[in-house]
Each structure stands twice: as C-alpha cells, then as structure tokens.
C-alpha cells in the first residue's frame, strides 16, 4: 500500500512536470497575466506589427514565445518603437542558453530568472547586442566558479576593459562603453550588470537618485544568490562581495532604489508599485532607515486622497524629489528613508502645503491643502544629513594587497587597448593626404576614441569640396555622440541636410549648424530621421511647413497617439520611433517635433531653461504648445542674475536655481550646469507666474545653509535677481600641527617648497587614483583653477597606495593648478604624523587637509565629496 501511494506520488509528479517542462513560466495565473498584458500592448503597437510581433508565426519555442510575451507585456514605449522581434529573441535566446549552461543556471526561480536576467533593458540606455557578442568571452572565465565567484570574476572582467571617467547623461550602451573604455557610474553598472547577466546571474542596477551630503548620484550593482542579494561597485573590483568605496557614504544616504521589470510580485520594500514594473527601495541594506508618515487634508479638513507626496532632497541647489508616493483614502503617504533632512511637499488640483523635517526627530507630518505664499516671501531652512560616527570593519590586509595587483594589472591591459586609437601622426599623415585642417580632423578622432573607425569611414567618403561642412558636423556632436555614433547615421545627417558651404561664414552659421545640421537633440538615440522624414512626411506637408512651421504641430497632434505613462524608463524614443509607432510620451514627440522641422531646413530646438519646441523663423523663436497642452501667456517677464559673490561666483545648480509653480509644484528651470551668474549676460524673458528663487552653500558633509525666496514675475516687469549665499562664520578650529620636516623625501628636492609653506601654507591631497572619489576631485579642481593659482601655495598629491600609483600618470591630467606636486605616502605615514587616522572610516582617501603657514590644520575631509575644490578656495581666502 505504502509502495503504491510513492508510486502514485512519483506518476503525478512526473505528469505535472511533464505537463511544465516546455513552460519558461511555471504559474499558470502569471502566464496569464503575462499573455492579457501582451495583448493589450500588441494593440497599444499596432502599428509596428510586423516588425515587432511576425516573429511568433516563425515557428519558436514554446519557451521563447513565453520570454518575449514577458518582455513584449512589459517593456516600455521606446523598446516597441525603436527594436524589432528578432532583435529581442536572439537576446531572449542567449537568456535561455545561459540559464541551461551555467552551474546555477537551473537553481535560479523562473520569477528570479523573469526579473533579473531576461531583460535586455537594465535603465535607460540604447540597447544593443552585448549578450550575443561577449558571452563566448564572459562564459569561459566563469564555468567552474560559484555564482558569487563568477560574479566577483565578472567585474574584474569589467574593469579590464572600462574605467571610470564622467560624462554627460546620456547613457551609451555596454559594447560601446566597451569601445571607448570609460563610462560614467551609470554605464559602468549597466555595462556590468549586461555582462552579469550574459551569464545568467541574476542582477540589476541599483543607485541613490541624490546624496544627501554632497552634490552628485551613484549607481552600482546587486547579484541574487539563494534568496539573499549582495552589492558590488560597477567596474571597481573589490576582492569581496557587500563592500566598495561608497560603502561608508551610503550609509549616509536617504534614498536606495531600484526598478524591476515585469508585473508587481515579491516581498521586497515597494515604493510604489505600476503596471510594468515597480520602484523598490533597498536603503535598509544600506544605511539605518525611519518610515516617516504624511498626513494631508484639503482646506476644509477632510482626508486628501491621492494628493502627490514629494520626499525632496536638497541637492545641486534644487529641493530633488526622492520619491513621489500618492496618498491613499486616508490621506496618508508613507515612506522609509534616512535620518536626515527632508522638505516634504504634497499638492493636489494645484493647491499645496510643505514643511520642512528632521527624519529623526519626526513620526508624522501634517500637511493642508491650500496654502499661500505672498511675493517677497523668504524663508531660511538650515538642513542637516545623517552622520555615521561607527568604521565598518575592514578587509584584510592580504586580500586587498592582492586585490591592488589584479587592479593594476587590468590598468594595463585597458592602456594596451587605449594605445591602439589612432594616434596624432596617422591623424596629420590623412590630413596631408587630404589637405583636411589636422587640428580639427585630430580633434574629431581623439573625441571619438575607439569609435575612430565611423569617423574615418565617414570622413573618406566627402569631397573635399564639402570638407568644411563634414568637420563642422563632428563639431557639433557632444564626445559621447562621437564615441557611439555609426558612419551611416553621419552620412545621412551630412547628405540630406541642404546647408551651403557659404553659411558658415555668414553671422547667421551658428544658427544654422546648432539648430539644422546638428542631429542632437536632447538625450535620444541618433538614428537616420533625415531620409526617413525626407521620402514619409506628406508631400504638401514639407512644402507647406517651410513658410508656416507650425502645420507640424496639427500634423502631430492628429498622427500621435500621447501615453505618458508607458515610457517609465523616460529613454526617448527615437524621432522614427515616434512616427513608426504613432504612440509616444511628450517628451519624444517634442524631439520628434524638432527633428521634423531641421529635416525641413527649419531651425529648431528645445529652449533652454523651460525645454520646450520652438522653431525659428521671421527672426524669432516660436514656442510650440500641442493640443493636449496649455499655452502660457504669450505675455513676458523679464529677470537679470546679479550678484556681488566673488569667492567663488555662484554658478547655476551648484549654488543657485530657479523654479517655476505649475500645478501646485515648483520646477526647476533647466539652464546649463556651472553656469556662472556672470555668464547670464542678458535678461531672461519669462512667463508672467509665480517663482522661486532656491540658494544653498554646502559649509561641510554635515549642513547646509538655504534659502527660498518667492515672488510674482509680472507682464513686461524687469526684475534683478541679486544671488547672495547666506553666510557662515565658524570659529577657527585647529585640527593638529602639520610635520613638513621631511616632504622633500616625498617630493624630492625643492628649494621654494618649505619657504612657500611658511609664507601661504599648504593643501595636501592623499589620493588613490583607482577610485572614482580621487577622479571626482581631479575634475573639481580644474573649475577653480584660476581662483586656486591666486593663492599662490602648493597643492601637494600624495598616492595613498603603491599599487595605484604603478599605473597612474599625473602628466595626463589638465587644469590643475599650477604648483601641484606628486609624491608617494603609501602608508600615511605623512598622514599619521598628524591626524589620529585611526578614526577615519575604512575608505578614507582622498583626505584632503589645508594647513595656514604656521602649519596648523584647519580643515580636513575624508573620503567622497563633490564641490572640494569650492571648499578649499573657502580656507585658503
């Protein structure tokens, strides 16, 4: 009897799996979800069917058919409109083969697998066929490892091939970071996340939207293994898991968080959960976290439901939304985030109130709809960030030593790939040949790095009549366009753009070449939209729209289907993509916009600071407002920035901004990064409305002194705004006495330096030039150069590793200052002689200390911090 029930145990078990084991997706109740999903996108996509979905009647798997359901059901907008079916299957493909090849491949849950290996899409990047080109590569140096081996092997194998250097926020896709061998923290793990995942490890990109105690983001990488995930610093190879040089400033953050794709499912801490995906908050992996709850009424008391609740953050001059989480039918919103400061802003049919909190010392914020704020209004708001006084304990001392030597080995191999880029003589050698300007051709190939090959190919097609007008292109582009872009995108950018030679000669050139023949727009991908608009748009429509532009816009609103909420990855879609697929979010459709009109001849753009279309004509821009969208007043107010801050002069998003109120919310106005009030040279024109004027001045890690200031921009009035930081004036502090006995052991024999330290004192730097904290400071300094030669003392770098310093070669940095020295103290024994290290956290390069010249320090800061260049200038005057 006990025999028969095992051997009925045993036949049901072998039908149920007989009945799964061609399912990639176990749950019948998720299958479905899955294919009602799918559908319902299918006809959100209707107009790319082909394209998209043929690839079902080609005869697949039942298991590949379920991968791209999944991925179909929940990919946003610019993924339909800009790829195609079999660019997804072949990804889905290499998915599978990893899951079926790899050691822990068949231990991995198929909702872990769904999530966290399947995508192609890791944030908002291009994709590309990273998977089918390095898996051969990826897969050999891992299969006899573990998955937390494989993983740590992974991102050794990262750093071989890129390293950290930053860039604009567009983010290129893996194989062309790859390609130019650097990437900002937002390609590095996307590129290592891709490469994770090529080998079926389960990972995603996670990041702090905003630090709390300085001006910058952060996004590194977490791997799955058996329930439980780990962190690891993209491209930045630690010799273990759960530790990288952001492991003490993390602690400090306010906000962890994540995406993961595909319909809500798990337990984990969900900010907010949406149809395609949901954003979780991993801060408590991180850092010690609070649930601060919001309560919010409407003006006569009752429960405000679904008010937005904005969790803000100052951070590069602006109050940054960490989290927007709606309240529910209690008027409540809760959120889980660090013990620092927080302005917490609700609003709702344009009405709002906000306060300002101290997460440690608050449980529940009471907030009422409906608040005024009278012109002239000022507040001050000092805010405070968490601080972590307890060192995590380190690693050991043999792991990071052999650690150190595996770094500097891949340093090497990234260099050898690096010395292989076209060099100046073959740049002057083609230029000879061609009789091209070999300063601007040299320019446009050492921008473009390992993309020089496009470059080339682009250049050796033009006449040399058109030569002029092909470099002018390159000039245009940003140095990541130059670094990604294909020479067939080039060419169709350069043949169907009807600019004359002669224009660039003319006053009016610059208008021209920033506004038609440029093919950057904002942050999409470059594709070949001339052609394309050239042979798809209406015949009448392009002639009609040369004297009256604004017929693009009907054309748009009757063409365009609006979906806002589909592209949650907020990747453009393409100007094509747009057009193909008659379905886009705002955002693409005024790209879209621009791109129809310059593929017109028409100058257009995105107007700086309100980032709205315009096109130009009859000798002025005109905004362009859709029918979906409310036109401002044709009415204007006009502002001035002045100031009498000279040290440093306040810079726009660094010192100051400026916020308009449009629907309950002030949003930033989006003028260039380090602008300096001194570069805005004429009157801003603005709508009449209500404004907000935002300055803060970062006095350590720890606080921050802002201001907010409102007013009323009225029709035709001329309004200075006078940008003053508020002040701090702390009482001088002495931090230890400065030993300069032997620096010349350091620095070897300078006559001037210990006479120098007696006249004007002395910055030293320790450095590890491996780590992404020293490479900030070695970009922060060059903003202040000119302020910082002023001083006239020595700026002394001192590598705080041996290893470090084997690859590392100072003569390639620019804008230092003048008197800056480099020496070794790989042991901080010059540190020592001063400063009580032992109180320092773990990652504590780059110290920073500034002494006076009677040696005594006065200020000191360990470890990652943006802005150190301002806060040294602050000391030395």
Not at 349 to 355: I, L, T
Not at 618 to 630: A, K, M
Not at 663 to 686: C, H, P, S, W
């Amino acid at each position: 009897m006990k025999q028969a029930k095992l051997y009925l145990i045993y036949l049901i078990f072998i039908v149920s799996n007989s009945c799964t084991e061609d399912h990639l997706i176990i749950s019948k109740d998720y299958r479905d979800l899955i294919e009602k999903t799918f559908n319902e996108r299918k006809q959100l996509a209707i107009n790319r069917d082909k394209e998209l979905f043929l690839i079902f009647e080609k005869g697949i798997t039942a298991r590949q058919s379920e991968a791209l359901k999944f991925l179909f059901a929940f990919m946003p907008l610019s993924d339909l409109a800009d790829y195609n079916g079999e660019f997804f299957l072949a990804n889905a493909d290499m998915a599978l083969k990893a899951r079926e090849e790899s050691v822990w491949g068949k231990s991995i849950p198929d909702d872990i697998f769904l999530h966290y290996v399947l995508p192609v899409r890791i944030n908002n990047e291009n994709l590309d066929s990273f998977r089918i080109v390095y898996y051969d590569e990826i897969m050999s140096r891992v299969r006899s490892l573990d998955m937390k081996e494989a993983a740590l092997e992974i991102n050794h194998w990262c750093h071989e091939k890129v390293a950290y250097q930053p860039a604009d926020i567009r983010t290129s896709s893996p194989v062309y970071t790859i390609l130019s061998a650097r990437g900002r923290c937002g390609e590095e793990s996307t590129l290592t996340v891709a490469a994770l995942r090529t080998a079926g490890i389960p990972s995603r990109q996670v990041y702090t939207p905003r630090w709390a105690h300085t001006d910058d983001n952060h996004a590194w990488v977490e791997i799955w293994d058996q329930g439980e995930w780990y962190y690891l610093g993209a491209c930045e190879p630690e010799p273990v898991l759960d530790r990288g040089w952001f492991t003490e400033p993390v602690r400090r953050a306010m906000l962890v968080h994540t995406k993961s794709f595909g319909a809500p499912y798990g337990t984990e801490n969900v900010i907010s959960r949406f149809n395609y995906y949901s954003e979780i908050n991993n801060l408590a992996k991180y850092a010690v976290t609070k649930k601060i709850f919001v309560k919010v009424t409407d003006e006569t008391g009752q429960p405000a439901e679904n008010a937005s609740v904005e969790y803000k953050l100052y951070n590069y001059a602006e109050l940054y939304t960490l989290a927007n989480v709606p309240t529910d039918e209690n008027g409540i919103s809760q959120f889980e985030t660090g013990l620092g400061d927080l302005v917490i802003w609700a609003y709702r049919d344009e009405k709002f109130d906000f306060s300002k909190i101290s997460v440690d010392e608050t449980d529940t914020v009471l907030l009422q709809l409906g608040r005024t704020i009278e012109s002239g209004i000022s507040l001050d708001l000092d805010l405070s960030v968490p601080v972590v006084r307890t060192p995590l304990p380190g690693i050991s001392t043999e792991l990071v030593g052999e650690n150190e030597k595996r770094l500097h080995t891949e340093n090497l191999m990234r260099q050898n790939y690096i010395d292989t880029f076209i060099q100046p003589d073959e740049g002057r050698e083609i230029s000879h040949h061609r009789n091209i300007d070999s300063a601007r051709l040299m320019n446009a190939f050492s921008r473009s790095m390992g993309n020089y090959n496009e470059i080339m190919a682009f250049i050796s097609v033009i006449p040399d009549s058109l030569m002029n007008k092909a470099l002018s292109l390159l000039e245009v582009l940003a140095d990541k366009d130059l670094r990604d872009i294909k020479a067939v995108v080039l060419k169709d950018h350069f043949y169907y753009c009807s600019l004359s030679e002669y224009l660039f000669e003319k006053p009016e050139g610059r208008l021209y070449l920033d506004y038609i023949l440029n093919p950057r727009i904002s942050n999409e991908m470059i594709v070949p939209w001339r052609s394309y608009f050239r042979t798809s748009l209406p015949e009448k429509l392009a002639d009609d729209a040369t004297v009256d532009p604004s017929i693009i816009i009907s054309y748009l609103d009757e063409h365009i289907q609006i979906e806002n909420d589909e592209n949650y990855y907020n990747t453009p879609l393409t100007p094509v993509g747009v057009h193909e697929l008659k379905v886009s979010d705002s955002w693409s459709r005024s790209i879209c916009f621009v791109a129809i009109c310059r593929s017109l001849g028409i100058p257009s753009r995105l107007e700086e600071g309100r980032l709205i279309p315009q096109y130009f004509i009859n000798n002025e821009w005109h905004d362009v407002y859709f029918s979906d969208q409310t036109p401002p007043s044709d009415r204007k107010g006009y502002i001035r920035f002045k100031t009498s801050e000279n040290r440093p002069v306040p810079e726009y998003y660094i010192h100051f901004t400026l916020a308009r109120l449009n629907g309950g919310r002030y949003i930033t106005l989006a003028y260039d990064f380090n602008r300096k009030v001194t570069d805005f040279r004429e009157e801003i024109a603005l709508p009449p409305g209500k404004y907000m004027l935002l300055t803060g001045n970062r006095i350590s890690d720890n606080k921050i002194l802002t201001n907010l200031t409102f007013f009323d921009l009225k029709e035709n009035e001329h309004r200075d705004l006078v940008i003053a930081l508020r002040k701090h004036f702390p009482e001088k502090t002495i931090f230890g006495k400065l030993d300069i006995k032997n620096t010349e052991e350091l620095f070897g024999s300078n006559k001037d330096l210990t006479s120098n330290i007696k006249d004007k004192g002395l910055v030293i730097i320790w450095i590890d030039p491996e780590k992404e904290p020293t490479k900030h400071i070695f970009n922060d300094l060059p903003l202040l150069k000119s302020e910082l030669e002023s001083w006239g003392g020595y700026f002394l770098f001192l590598y705080g590793k041996t290893e470090a310093a084997g690859s590392f070669d100072p003569l390639a940095l620019k804008g230092l200052p003048a008197n800056s020295l480099f020496g070794n103290d790989p042991e901080l024994e010059f540190l020592k002689r001063s400063i009580d290290v032992a109180t320092l956290p773990d990652e504590k390069l780059p110290f920073v200390l500034v002494s006076d010249k009677d040696c005594n320090i006065i200020y000191t800061s360990a470890g990652y911090r943006i802005g150190i260049g301002e806060q040294i200038f602050k000391q030395l005057h």
